[in-house]
C-alpha cells in the first residue's frame, strides 16, 4: 500500500512543516530527497565455504549542518525506502536535538538469526569495505540499529582502520567501552525518552512515576525503557517482542521478565502474566504508551482504539500520517519519533566528542548533557506547538525543518 511506504510517509510529513513554515520550493525539494545514496553488492564466505550475495545501502540524506550521521540495520525486510525514511528522520533528529549532524542511514538484507558469529563478521566487514570512502568524522559516521550491536560496530571500527591505517575510533559510534564507547551509550535512547515523557506529563499533570505502561519491542530500545522506567518505580502492566506480548494488571517484574527474556529469548510464557498480541497491546488501557519495534503499527485502521493519554515513540516511524490526524483529534499527545528517540544519536555524538579529545566522561556527565539536550528540544517542540497551534510531530518537524533550511541558505545552496 503506497500509504505504507515509510519514505512516503517521511515526505509527506515533510510537505506539511514546509507549507506551514512557507519554506521556498527549492529548499524545499532539497530537502525531499538524500543528497547521496549507495548501493552494495556484498559477495560474503559462508561457514560452509560457499558464497552468499547480500545487497545493503547507505544513505546519506543531508549533510548542511554537519557530517552525516546514522545506524546500519540488518533486516531481511529492508528496503531502500526505508533507508531513505529513516536517513531522513535522522536529519530532523539531530536538528531537534541541536546537534552539529546531517542525517543518514544504511542497512543490509539479511535474517542476522540465519547467521553464525563468524559469518556476522564478514559480513559486517564485507559492509564497511565497500561504504569506507565514504564514511569518517568528518563525513559520515554509522552506529547501532535493528539487529546491530556493540560487537558488530567493533568488527566495523576494526576493519576501518585496516583500511586506512590509524586510529580513528570516531567512524563509528555505539562500540564497546573499551574501544572508546561512552558510559551510557547502550540504553542512551530509552533513557532520552524518559526525559522528554518526565516533561510532557508535567505538562498535562500526569505523574510518570504512578503512571501505567505498554512497551512494544524488547530489544535494545524497550528493554532498556522498561529497565529505567522499573528502577524508577513506574508501572509497567505489559511488554512484548516479535513473537507476541505479556500483560499483568498489577504491573510486571521487569528484572524477571528480563531474566525469563534471556533464558527463554522471548517474554511470551512469563509466569504469572497473561499472553497478549502486539495489536492487543497496543490498545491497552494505560496511561503511556511506548511503541519501541518497528515502522507503522499504530494505523488508521487501530489508532481509534488507542486509550493511551500520551504515546513515546521511541521506534522509529510507528505512527502513519492517518492515525496520526487521528490521535491528534482524540487529544492524544505523541512525543514524535525522531524528538522522542533522539538520545541515542545525542550520546553518539557525546562518543565522538570524547573520542576526538581522548578523554573520558563520567556516567552523570553523559547523562547530565544528555537531559540538556533532551528538555532544551521538548521545550522548542512545545513552544512551537503553542505559539502555531499545530500537533507534536508538525511542531517538531518546523523547528528542525527550519533548522536545516537555515544552515542550506547560509551555505548558498538555494
Ligand atoms: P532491536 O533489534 O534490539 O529490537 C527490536 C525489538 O522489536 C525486538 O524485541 C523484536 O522482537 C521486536 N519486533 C521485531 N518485529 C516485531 C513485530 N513485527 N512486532 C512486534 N515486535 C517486533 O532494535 P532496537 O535497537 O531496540 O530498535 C527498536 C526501534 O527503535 C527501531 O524502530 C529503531 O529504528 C529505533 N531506534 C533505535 C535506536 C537505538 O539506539 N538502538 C535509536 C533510535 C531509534
Redo the contacts with the bound molecule.
Keep these: 500500500m503506497a500509504e505504507m511506504n515509510p519514505f512516503k510517509i517521511a515526505q509527506q510529513q515533510l510537505d506539511e512543516a514546509a507549507a506551514k513554515l512557507g519554506l521556498d520550493t527549492a529548499t524545499h525539494e532539497l530537502l525531499r530527497w538524500p543528497m547521496k545514496e549507495f548501493h552494495f553488492t556484498l559477495p560474503v564466505k559462508m561457514d560452509t565455504g560457499k558464497t552468499r550475495v547480500f545487497h545493503a545501502y547507505r544513505v546519506q540524506y543531508n549533510a548542511a549542518r554537519g557530517p552525516t550521521k546514522g545506524?546500519i540495520?540488518w533486516h531481511p525486510d529492508e528496503t531502500i525506502d526505508t533507508i531513505r525514511a529513516?536517513a531522513a528522520w535522522m536529519t530532523w533528529k539531530c536538528a531537534v536535538v541541536n546537534i552539529p549532524l546531517g542525517g543518514g542511514k544504511g542497512g543490509i538484507i539479511c535474517n542476522p538469526n540465519e547467521l553464525s558469529e563468524t559469518e556476522k563478521e564478514r559480513l559486517a566487514r564485507a559492509y564497511i569495505r565497500a561504504v569506507a570512502g565514504e564514511l569518517g568524522v568528518h563525513k559520515d559516521v554509522p552506529a547501532?540499529?535493528?539487529?546491530t550491536t556493540p560487537q558488530i560496530m567493533a568488527w566495523m571500527m576494526d576493519e576501518y582502520e585496516t583500511i586506512v591505517g590509524h586510529s580513528h575510533p570516531g567512524v563509528i559510534t555505539?562500540k564497546p567501552l573499551p574501544l572508546g564507547g561512552s558510559e551510557g551509550r547502550g540504553n542512551?535512547?530509552a533513557r532520552g525518552g524518559i526525559y522528554t515523557v518526565r516533561e510532557a506529563a508535567a505538562k498535562i499533570s500526569l505523574d510518570p512515576s504512578k503512571a501505567t505502561y505498554a512497551i512494544?519491542?524488547?530489544?535494545?530500545?524497550?528493554s532498556c525503557a522498561a529497565r529505567l522506567l522499573a528502577e524508577q518505580g513506574a508501572k509497567i502492566v505489559a511488554v512484548?517482542?516479535?513473537?507476541g506480548g505479556i500483560f499483568k494488571e498489577g504491573g510486571l517484574d521487569i528484572p524477571a521478565v528480563v531474566e525469563h527474556f534471556k533464558q527463554t529469548g522471548s517474554v511470551i510464557g512469563f509466569k504469572g502474566a497473561k499472553d497478549l498480541t502486539?495489536e492487543e497491546l497496543l490498545v491497552l488501557d494505560v496511561d503511556i504508551l511506548v511503541p519501541?519495534?518497528?515502522?507503522c503499527?499504530i494505523t488508521g485502521a487501530n489508532a481509534n482504539n488507542i486509550k493511551a493519554k500520551l504515546i513515546c515513540e521511541?521506534?522509529?516511524g510507528p505512527t502513519t500520517p492517518d492515525a496520526d490526524a487521528i490521535l491528534h483529534k482524540k487529544g492524544i499527545l505523541v512525543l514524535p519519533d525522531f524528538m522522542a528517540?533522539a538520545g541515542?544519536?545525542t550520546v553518539s555524538y557525546l562518543e565522538q566528542v570524547q573520542n576526538t579529545y581522548n578523554y573520558y566522561w563520567s556516567l552523570e556527565a553523559v547523562c547530565s548533557q544528555l537531559d540538556r539536550h533532551m528538555t532544551d528540544a521538548f521545550n522548542a517542540v512545545w513552544k512551537t506547538r503553542e505559539q502555531a497551534k499545530v500537533h507534536m510531530r508538525l511542531a517538531a518537524y518546523m523547528v528542525s525543518v527550519a533548522r536545516v533550511a537555515e544552515a542550506c541558505k547560509l551555505r548558498g545552496w538555494v
Design positions: 545506524g540495520r529513516l547501532p540499529d535493528v539487529n555505539g542512551a535512547t512494544q519491542g524488547f530489544g535494545n530500545v524497550g512484548s517482542d516479535v513473537k502486539n519501541a519495534a518497528l515502522e503499527v521511541l521506534a522509529n528517540n541515542g544519536v
